[in-house]
């Protein structure tokens, strides 16, 4: 029966090392990975001469159904998950957003989002606003729930934004839970500021997204983050790391031993603003745009079925994220930080590679069609990132093919505690495997790719390199550019407290602690 699977004769890639191995996987679990395994005759064999035979890719960073800026996310747990899974990602972590402040309630509401699941998944949850009650329930869902890591945003003012103050409460919180504390770090005051600057100057376009909020007010807020970490003496984890500034930061704090990760997205990696605004062409389609939406409402009024613009013209709409798509350059800093290590944890060699996939189609990116503060925030990514790493970091050179599977998978699974379940072919490791063949190319096309949007950032861009099998807890689930996926079949994976991260921490307090007692020697001599 297919419960049974043998991959024969593939390079078996770990992050701690590479070796031509088979791999015999039963029931969902790997049994064995060793030279030349034999089997009876009703084992499914796989060959995988000639390509790599590596751990499913995980996501840390996604929005599936997110009810967010007016809608929900156009890709669900079920259609995110497929698209992941055709990718070869097989397992990603999803932020938990409160219900009115509730964490529990927030909860509830994705474990019936996540029923539909067709791979495995963890959840992130993100901290809103700060009380007795949250900070009591942030307990239970250590405890009980599974969820070990919070996400606090310096951003969204009037919404998701929080003050320092709360900001100390709450690390203070995730470090005596033995949780990681996650940033979304752009300074939202100055976001609002530059906002209204864009406004009073008549900028309205989607260029102005990124104009509003540049790169400085990320460097400031990952700064302030970090140093406010380090003053409680917690790790920080910081989500989709977007530019120089940040980099730099993080760097600085790494270099004094500081427990800080960033977290690079595939969008930042891959993107740069050249590409994507041409403010001639903007204006362009807007007055396009508004020209026929006035001769729909003169010569037929508004009817349902017609659309006033045509997708292709709001092409840059899709973009539209935060932090946003930098300029040239910054890309190219985040791919160096990447593969020398400066985003890497002090105690091991670690880094990962998040999507923040959040996408919508361009009926919803038209949301903002007259004012870019109403452009849904976010683009795809769930499927592409394995495609995207290889080609930009392995393919390019900068990165070995065991670096590979360390920052699409290992270290993912070691920073959230998941680690050798997730994240490694090895005995008793779940099934979760891609064959990956490195001769083959594929092209990146909304016409064949699996999320449900209409569009894709990284539409017509060619690589080399292709997930040609996805096995997710022991089914073959992506084979010969086919998905066979169940609703339901999904696991949510729990995720327990104290990862390393935290190991030794208590030793850093008391050396504080002690510091404030030692007595302090002044010189009598000179005042
Ligand atoms: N940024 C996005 O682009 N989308 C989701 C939330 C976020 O911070
Ligand atoms: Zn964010
Ligand atoms: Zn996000
Ligand atoms: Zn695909």
């Not at 090392?17 to 039963?26: C, M």
């Not at 679990?29 to 499913?56: H, R």
């Not at 919508?360 to 769930?382: E, H, M, W, Y």
Request: hydrophobic share 40%.
């Amino acid at each position: 029966s297919s419960s049974k699977i043998l991959i024969k004769g593939g390079t078996v890639v770990n992050a701690h090392r590479e070796q031509v191995a088979d791999v015999y996987v039963e029931d969902g679990i790997i049994v064995a990975v060793k030279p030349n395994i034999k089997v009876a005759d009703d084992v499914t064999v796989l060959d995988a001469t000639g390509k790599f035979v590596m751990p499913g890719g995980i996501d840390p960073h996604t929005h599936l159904a997110f009810d967010f800026m007016s809608t929900q996310t156009i890709d669900d747990f079920f259609s995110g998950q497929a698209a992941a899974l055709a990718g070869g990602t097989t397992m990603h972590i999803d932020f938990v957003i409160p219900v009115n402040g509730s964490l529990t309630a927030g909860f509830e509401a994705y474990v019936k989002k996540a029923k539909k699941s067709c791979t495995d998944y963890g959840f992130h949850m993100a901290i809103t606003k700060w009380d007795e009650v949250v900070s009591n329930e942030m307990e239970i869902m250590v405890k009980e729930k599974g969820i070990n890591s919070f996400k606090f945003f310096l951003a969204y003012k009037g919404a998701l934004m929080i003050n320092d103050e709360l900001l100390l409460e709450g690390f203070k919180k995730c470090k005596s839970l033995g949780a990681l504390a996650m940033v979304h770090a752009e300074n939202g005051d100055a976001v609002y500021e530059g906002q209204k600057r864009m406004i009073e100057l008549g900028i309205t376009g989607p260029e102005g997204h990124a104009l509003s909020r540049p790169a400085l007010v990320e460097g400031e807020a990952t700064s302030r983050a970090i140093r406010l970490a380090g003053f409680v003496n917690t790790p920080l984890y910081v989500v989709h790391v977007m530019s120089i500034d940040a980099v730099e930061e993080i760097a600085r704090a790494r270099k004094t031993g500081q427990r800080v990760i960033g977290e690079p997205i595939a969008a930042g990696l891959a993107l740069d603003e050249s590409r994507i605004w041409d403010p001639d062409f903007v204006t362009a389609a807007k007055q396009e745009s508004a020209l026929l939406s006035f001769f729909v409402f003169v010569l037929f009024l508004p009817s349902n079925d017609f659309q006033p613009f045509q997708p292709d013209d709001l092409s840059y709409f899709r973009y539209v994220m935060s932090p946003p798509i930098r300029a040239s350059g910054h890309d190219k800093a985040l791919q160096a930080a990447l593969s020398t290590g400066v985003l890497q944890d002090t105690l091991t060699f670690l880094q990962l590679v998040g999507t923040d996939h959040c996408s919508f189609n361009s009926t919803q990116k038209a949301l903002g069609i007259d004012d870019f503060r109403k452009i849904p925030n976010g683009v795809n990514g769930i499927e592409e990132r394995m495609h995207l790493v290889w080609d930009i970091m392995v393919e390019a050179g900068q990165i070995s093919v065991t670096d590979y599977v360390r920052i699409t998978s290992t270290e993912c699974a070691r920073i959230f505690n998941i680690y050798p379940r997730k994240g490694a072919i090895l005995p008793g490791s779940d099934a979760d495997i891609i064959i990956f063949n490195p001769n083959s190319s594929l092209e990146i096309t909304a016409k064949s790719h699996h999320s449900r949007s209409d569009t894709n950032v990284y539409e017509g861009r060619k690589g080399k390199g292709k997930v040609e099998v996805t096995i997710a807890g022991g089914r073959i689930v992506w084979e010969n550019d086919e998905l066979k996926v169940v609703p339901g079949s999904g696991k949510y994976v729990e995720m327990q407290p104290f990862s390393y991260l935290f190991n030794g921490i208590e030793k850093l307090d008391a050396k504080y602690l002690s510091s404030l007692k030692a007595p302090v020697k002044r010189s009598k001599s000179t005042a």
